[in-house]
């Protein structure tokens, strides 16, 4: 799919200004909780979170739970699990990080390595389709949400801004106007991939175009 190439720079906000981006991105997960509580799917295994961490209805998750045991990093948006007896690849649903492979582009490596952190081989997640969405893309691989305990990582990836929303065809699903606001937030303070590749455009309804890596 081709990617439109930025057409400005997003202007640089004064330092003595902006607020710390710990304090930032640590705002921009209250907001996510309080606006996604009510939509939060319960864990297929109940021994990845308490109770009390789960406040959504347990009569709406999202279709297609299950439990993968992930074998590797991909990229900063595609990673390898194990289901069962299946080797499956999955690409972290609503989202879109930077290339590190064809045609590698700024912030790539960053979002793999940072994609790395958050889940190590050998680790247990829990995916989740969206009934509002594909199942899996032109290429074959599963599209879904990656839960690490109670932590959706698609959304961490975004609030860290080593990825950004992408709603491919324009369609929304359950967490577009969580991932939406704290893609903004990330932004504002000039995370990850917003400070490390000024000339990127905000673009949701496009594929993430960082431009090429620096030097």
């Known amino acids: 799919m081709g990617r439109p190439r930025a057409s400005a720079r997003h202007a640089a906000v004064s330092a003595a200004t902006r607020p710390a981006p710990r304090l930032l991105l640590a705002i921009a997960f209250a907001m996510l909780a309080t606006s996604t509580a009510a939509a939060m799917p319960m864990p297929a295994d109940a021994t990845e979170a308490s109770g009390s961490a789960w406040r959504g209805s347990p009569a709406t998750p999202p ?3 299950q439990v993968a045991t992930v074998r590797k990093v991909v990229d900063g948006d595609t990673i390898d699990v194990r289901i069962g007896s299946a080797n499956v690849r999955v690409r972290l649903l609503q989202i879109d990080a ?4 064809s045609g590698p582009e700024c912030w790539g490596r960053q979002a793999s390595a940072a994609l790395a952190r958050l889940l190590r081989p050998g680790q247990v997640v829990t995916l989740y389709a969206d009934p509002a969405l594909d199942r899996t893309d032109r290429y074959g691989r599963a599209l879904r949400y990656v839960f690490r305990g109670t932590t959706n990582v698609n959304v961490r990836m ?3 801004g080593d990825a950004a929303p992408y709603f491919y065809d324009g369609e929304r699903g359950r967490y577009a106007a969580g991932l939406e606001r704290v893609a903004l937030s990330a932004r504002r303070a000039r995370l990850g991939l917003w400070g490390g590749c000024p000339g990127t455009v905000y673009d949701p309804e496009h594929a993430l ?4 890596p620096p030097g």
């Open 63 to 65: 279709a297609a739970a």
């Open 98 to 101: 930077p290339e590190v492979h």
């Open 158 to 160: 975004v609030a860290q």
């Open 209 to 212: 175009d960082t431009g090429p």
